[in-house]
């Protein structure tokens, strides 16, 4: 196994994205389990951490095959696996009523996560996309293209682990991509981490907590410092 778990992966990530440290740095973390491997990241650059909001829109009798993906933003982002959608023989009303129910959670989790918290500014920073892998590409893609419409100076994926292929289709969406452990034969994420349990709406609040742009915490708590 690559690696042991979620934690362990954002610590290794964090040492392949040192060259930021010191940079305008805000970070991007899809959850949920994108959140304990940004978290690691957070802290060695001392930069905040917010969420890239987006949701998979699942084959209707494979939730888990990807037919595409749903980004939060000013108008909900939508990317479609036009691949799959054919394949599966899914129909336009089909994928509209999935999509629907899953701008939904989209907005329950808006609420449950950020609430009224201070999200930092991305104009003009350097905007680093961080999840637990990456699979068909449609989340991710989804997720680089709600945050490229904050304008951000430089927009970078980063992740533990992916395929190769799918980071070939992504590399027209972020400026740089750096992935620990790139794989042709692929199969699912999960199969690449010891330990892939579920995190909690919990754990994902308190790791914004953690690193909220308006806390008082000391960086050696894991605080960033103060941004402007």
Known sequence: MPF????????????????????????????????????????????????????????????ELAMGAVADGGEP???????????????DAQFDEVRQREIGELDRRRRLYLGARVRPEVNGRVAIVIDDGVATGATTRAALRAVRARNPRKLVL??????????????SDADEIICLESYRNFGAIGFFYTDF?????????????????????????????QTT
């Not at 982002?77 to 129909?91: K, P, Q, T």
């Not at 980063?158 to 590399?171: G, K």
């Not at 579920?198 to 050696?220: H, M, N, P, W, Y």
């Open 158 to 171: 980063a992740v533990p682990v992916a395929p190769t292929d799918t980071l070939d289709a992504l590399r």
């Open 77 to 91: 982002i939508i990317v479609r696996n036009e691949d799959v959608i054919a394949i599966a023989g899914v129909s």
């Open 197 to 225: 349990r579920q995190i909690s709406d919990e754990e994902v609040i308190a790791g914004l907590d953690r690193f909220d742009t308006g806390s008082k915490k000391s960086a050696d708590a894991g605080a960033p410092s």
């Open 4 to 63: 042991h778990d979620r934690t362990e992966a954002g610590r290794r990530l964090a040492t392949k994205l040192a060259k930021f440290k010191g940079d305008d740095v805000v970070i991007f973390a899809l959850p949920r389990g994108g959140v304990p491997v940004a978290a690691p990241v957070a802290q060695a650059l001392h930069a905040p951490l917010d969420l890239a909001l987006v949701r998979k829109i699942g084959v209707p009798f494979q939730p």
